[in-house]
């Protein structure tokens, strides 16, 4: 199994940055992508930002504000979050495609979440 650990999230003031880390550990074979999605209240999980080898996807609203980029060796993707609005206000999921030993193919796994506040 593929495990993600997340960290970084916190409360901060509209206009603020957090950066947020996500470890993947585990019976690893390989990683296709890595990405994050979130859940505001009462909303459906949206898609963030993913990256998928070189290249990198954002939601149209991140776009300009939020930084995905990842460290292969440490299996571990990192989201730089800047220009913060309350409407950023969500649970922050990590997100993985990745081949473990012991399953077939390619399986998606997320991480428990990090909440992200941010204050008007």
């Known amino acids: 199994q593929v495990r993600l650990v997340e960290s970084g999230g916190g409360l901060v003031q509209a206009g603020g940055s957090l950066r947020l880390s996500c470890a993947a550990s585990?019976?690893?074979?390989?990683?296709?992508?890595m990405g994050w999605y979130r859940q505001a209240p009462g909303k459906q999980r949206e898609l963030v930002a993913v990256?998928?080898?070189?290249?990198?996807n954002y939601a149209d609203s991140m776009k300009g504000r939020f930084t995905i980029s990842r460290d292969n060796a440490k299996n571990t993707v990192y989201l730089q979050m800047n220009d913060l609005k309350p409407e950023d206000t969500a649970v922050y999921y990590c997100?993985?495609?990745?081949?473990?030993?012991?399953?077939?193919?390619?399986?998606?796994?997320w991480g428990q979440g990090t909440q992200v506040t941010v204050s008007s």
């Open positions: 997100y993985t495609r990745a081949r473990a030993w012991g399953r077939l193919g390619e399986n998606d796994y």
């Open positions: 585990g019976s690893i074979v390989s990683i296709n992508a």
């Open positions: 990256i998928t080898g070189g290249a990198t």
